[in-house]
T-cell receptor
Framework: DAKTTQPTSMDCAEGRAANLPCNHS???????VYWYRQIHSQGPQYIIH???NNETNEMASLIITEDRKSSTLILPHATLRDTAVYYC?????????????FGKGTLLTVNP | SAVISQKPSRDICQRGTSLTIQCQVD?????MFWYRQQPGQSLTLIAT?????????ESGFVIDKFPISRPNLTFSTLTVSNMSPEDSSIYLC??????????FGDGTRLSIL
């Protein structure tokens, strides 16, 4: 079963920041937080991942709480093309096996 | 990141037939995976495709129904055998290399009549 909890859906106005929360209270010390999104009719797209420090790339920022039990994905200036299902996943990196367990995710709708 | 191509992108098949889906990557990758996404659902891992050996299947998936090949580090196939309407799904290939995030193809949309 998925080890994360996300809201089923969220709305955001175009041009505003979208803040997507994720709870992962049972995360282990060696598990990373990954974010993917799936735009309709496409495969999941990797966005960002982190262990305990906040991370930023050209797509988004990831804020992880100090106790690592929750995180927030931030899209700083949402556009209509950011409408998608966003998945928060916790998993290890490395080792002989690496499987992603997808939950139901959050449907983010960006409105004009 | 690796460029992943899946063929066909979609197909409509008759029940009882089989379809082989191809996944081609533009660079060598350590691991390749096959997922299924049923209508309105999230992704479920079918199996890990192992180069030169039998695939590792997840609970609920068997080799007779979903035979998988991986002859080299850039190519894999998934066959959906003896199809029924319940097999109508999107089938996705994904890849990863050491310490890199997993990346996905755009999937094969399969409808069985």
């Amino acid at each position: 079963d998925a080890k994360t909890t996300q809201p089923t859906s969220m709305d955001c106005a175009e041009g505003r920041a979208a803040n997507l929360p994720c709870n992962h209270s049972t995360i282990s010390g060696n598990e990373y937080v990954y974010w993917y999104r799936q735009i309709h009719s496409q495969g999941p797209q990797y966005i960002i991942h982190g262990l305990k420090n906040n991370e930023t790339n050209e797509m988004a920022s990831l804020i992880i709480t100090e106790d690592r039990k929750s995180s927030t994905l931030i899209l700083p200036h949402a556009t209509l093309r950011d409408t998608a299902v966003y998945y928060c996943i916790v998993d290890t990196v490395g080792g002989s096996n690496y499987k992603l367990t997808f939950g139901k995710g959050t449907l983010l709708t960006v409105n004009p | 990141s690796a460029v992943i191509s899946q063929k066909p992108s979609r197909d409509i098949c008759q029940r009882g037939t089989s379809l082989t889906i191809q996944c081609q990557v533009d660079s060598q990758v350590t691991m390749m995976f096959w997922y299924r996404q049923q209508p309105g659902q999230s992704l479920t891992l079918i199996a890990t495709a192992n180069q030169g050996s039998e695939a590792t299947y997840e609970s609920g998936f068997v080799i007779d129904k979903f035979p998988i090949s991986r002859p080299n580090l850039t190519f894999s196939t998934l066959t959906v055998s003896n199809m029924s309407p319940e097999d109508s799904s999107i089938y996705l290939c994904s890849v990863r290399s050491s310490n890199q995030p997993q990346h996905f193809g755009d999937g094969t949309r399969l409808s069985i009549l």
